[in-house]
């Protein structure tokens, strides 16, 4: 049998029929939230291979191009990578000066920005004046966890779509259960999490964003009033914390995250995010 190419966009067969139907009027920009890291960077990659696989029924997911692209060494395919570290302005002025020029294969040039929210403030700025007028011959995809974690404007600018969330993020982050029971203890007994993010490289970048991510979905499921019981986080925010307050955390979150952009240590993003809420505990409800 014939070797296969991006496979793991099978598992978002919804997300899959919208970017088949998307090729035929292809957005400037394409913003791909939700799912997991690893789902939102294997769509990005099928989308490069809809917009460039020469075969009838593109993308074939057998033919060298989609192969170049599924390794991403593809000549049109520009990736900037924010998963390890922040995406700086150097590699952004660098790509647009690429965009010049007509892609090689007289396909789509598609510019990856994975993991937006890792475009430092300068960054994201530069690549504002790409998404507004993007040369012919250029499509933007960029991917975030939530559209909330980047820049607005850069969302406005782009045609969302939403990937299946998943109640466990476990693949992305395998200590993230762990980290959100500590969490909890600390928030109700003001103890039992520092001793654990003090320990010398306990924590990583990509954990803490899970963390955060978490927080945000239950800090919103507590203001909406729509956890599921078993949503503790959800159930103590709303047992603690007065509903005036959710706004401020909610911003506690987009400061914890742009932390982590600045390559603030993950370990000291978190006692800080942590001991925020637990101050907003102890004001308690009312
Ligand atoms: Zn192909």
């Known amino acids: 049998m014939a070797q ?17 139907r998307l090729g035929t009027a292809v957005p400037a920009s394409l913003l791909l939230e939700g799912g997991r890291e690893p ?12 917009l460039n696989c020469l075969q009838a029924e593109a993308p074939c997911r057998h033919c060298p ?27 952004v002025r660098t790509m647009r000066r690429e965009l010049a020029s007509r892609p090689e294969y007289g396909g789509t040039r598609v510019i990856l920005i994975h993991e937006a929210q890792s475009l430092t403030q300068e960054a994201a700025n530069a690549l504002l004046k790409s998404l507004e007028e993007p040369p012919p011959g250029n499509a933007f995809v960029l991917t975030a966890p939530q559209r909330q974690w980047i820049l607005p404007t850069l969302v406005s600018r782009s045609w969302v779509l939403t990937l299946n969330w998943h109640a466990d993020t476990a693949e992305e982050a395998p200590e993230l259960e762990q980290w959100v029971e500590r969490l909890l203890a600390f928030w109700v007994r003001s103890q039992g999490l520092f001793e654990h993010t003090g320990r010398k490289g306990s924590l990583d970048r990509l954990t803490v964003e899970a963390v955060i991510a978490r927080c945000q979905r239950e800090l919103l499921a507590a203001m909406t009033q729509s956890a599921q019981p078993e949503a503790k986080m959800a159930s103590l925010f709303r047992e603690r914390i007065a509903p005036a307050t959710f706004p401020v955390l909610d911003q506690t979150l ?10 603030v240590n993950p370990a000291l993003v978190l006692d800080w995010l942590a001991l925020q809420f637990w101050r907003a505990t102890r004001r308690g409800p009312e």
């Not at 296969?4 to 970017?19: E, I, M, V």
């Not at 991403?72 to 390890?84: C, M, P």
């Open 4 to 20: 296969t190419f991006l496979p793991a966009s099978d598992h978002q067969p919804r997300l899959k029929g919208y970017l088949d």
């Open 39 to 50: 789902e939102r960077r294997a769509l990005a990659l099928y989308w490069a291979a809809r």
């Open 65 to 91: 191009t989609c192969q170049q692209i599924a390794e991403e060494i593809f000549r049109d395919l520009i990736v900037l990578d924010g998963r390890q570290e922040s995406i700086r302005i150097d590699p």
């Open 254 to 263: 987009h400061k914890a995250q742009e932390a982590l952009q600045h390559n």
